[in-house]
Structures are given as C-alpha cells and as structure tokens.
C-alpha cells in the first residue's frame, strides 16, 4: 500500500505510540516536517505530508487519550 496513506500513517503512529507507553515514557517529540519538507499539521501555505490529513492533531489526541506530553519542533 502507500506508505503515505492516511491509514499507513495512522497505523505507524499507533505503533510508536504503544512502543513509547512499553518504555515507559512519557513525552514524544514531533518533527513538523516530513522528508520532503511537507508539513505533519494543517496549512494554508505549505504542503502537507499527507494529503487531506492533519497528522499533528492526530498524534496530540492519541497522546492525550494515553496520557502522553507532546512537544513540537520545526
């Protein structure tokens, strides 16, 4: 399938995720920008990572679901 799919994405995030709640951590920090210098979040400028997809508030309500902090960098 396509790596870049938003099911493939929401599944590889539900993975590290679970992985991170195994290690007992309790923060993830979140790149913004994608391989190819696309955007993980909403924008009007900028293309996204994945199409018709907001990748950061997916990963900051799975974090806040399991009780994890997130913290961003650009």
Same mark, same amino acid.
């Given at each position: 399938? /396509?790596?870049?799919?938003? %099911? %493939?994405?929401?599944?590889?995030?539900? #993975?590290? =995720?679970?992985?991170?709640?195994?290690?007992?951590?309790?923060?993830?920090?979140?790149? =913004?920008?994608?391989?190819?210098?696309?955007?993980?979040?909403? %924008? /009007?400028?900028?293309?996204? #990572?994945?199409?018709?997809?907001?990748? =950061?508030?997916?990963?900051?309500?799975?974090?806040? /679901?399991?009780? =994890?902090?997130?913290?961003?960098?650009?």
């Amino acid at each position: 399938g /396509d790596s870049n799919s938003a %099911s %493939s994405v929401k599944s590889e995030i539900d #993975a590290l =995720l679970k992985q991170a709640k195994e290690y007992t951590l309790n923060t993830v920090i979140v790149g =913004l920008t994608y391989n190819d210098n696309s955007v993980i979040y909403q %924008s /009007d400028s900028l293309p996204q #990572a994945v199409a018709g997809m907001d990748v =950061l508030e997916y990963i900051v309500e799975q974090c806040r /679901d399991q009780g =994890l902090y997130v913290y961003t960098i650009y």
